[in-house]
């Protein structure tokens, strides 16, 4: 499987920007995808997940209610839209892809993107 991200940039403090992330060699409808953050020095962290039947989405505390992510199996594209920016969400954001279900754990997925960047300025 392989994941290409897309649509980071720079934009001003409570501004929205949407990343995407195509998911290429697998069967979509089959993973769950999340995506993670890591600025330089510290560990990569979970940002949002949404299960393979789109029925399950989770986030964490830090971007809950700001941020959403959704999927669209006819275009193997997950997308992350960003809402409210602050510049403590300036970092790479990296989507992934396990089987069936979405999960909080870096260990849990095998496959990666390449990261798109996004910085926040204030």
Request: proline share 2%.
């Given at each position: 499987?392989?994941?290409?991200?897309?649509?980071?940039?720079?934009?001003?403090t409570?501004?929205?920007?949407?990343?995407?992330?195509?998911?290429?060699?697998?069967?979509?409808?089959?993973?769950?995808?999340g995506?993670?953050?890591?600025?330089?020095?510290?560990?990569?962290?979970?940002?949002?997940?949404?299960?393979y039947?789109?029925?399950n989405e989770?986030?964490?505390?830090?971007?809950?209610?700001?941020?959403?992510i959704?999927?669209?199996?006819?275009?193997?594209?997950?997308?992350?839209?960003m809402?409210?920016?602050k510049?403590?969400?300036?970092?790479?954001?990296?989507?992934?892809?396990?089987?069936l279900?979405?999960?909080?754990?870096?260990?849990?997925?095998?496959?990666?993107?390449?990261?798109?960047?996004?910085?926040?300025?204030?």
């Open positions: 499987v392989q994941l290409v991200e897309s649509g980071g940039g720079m934009v001003q409570g501004n929205s920007l949407t990343v995407s992330c195509v998911v290429s060699g697998g069967t979509f409808s089959s993973y769950a995808v995506w993670f953050r890591q600025t330089p020095g510290e560990d990569r962290e979970f940002v949002a997940g949404i299960d039947n789109n029925k989770i986030y964490s505390d830090s971007v809950k209610g700001r941020f959403a959704s999927r669209d199996i006819a275009k193997n594209t997950a997308y992350l839209q809402n409210s920016l510049p403590e969400d300036t970092a790479t954001y990296y989507c992934a892809a396990r089987l279900y979405a999960s909080r754990d870096v260990q849990d997925f095998g496959a990666w993107g390449q990261g798109t960047q996004v910085t926040v300025s204030s």
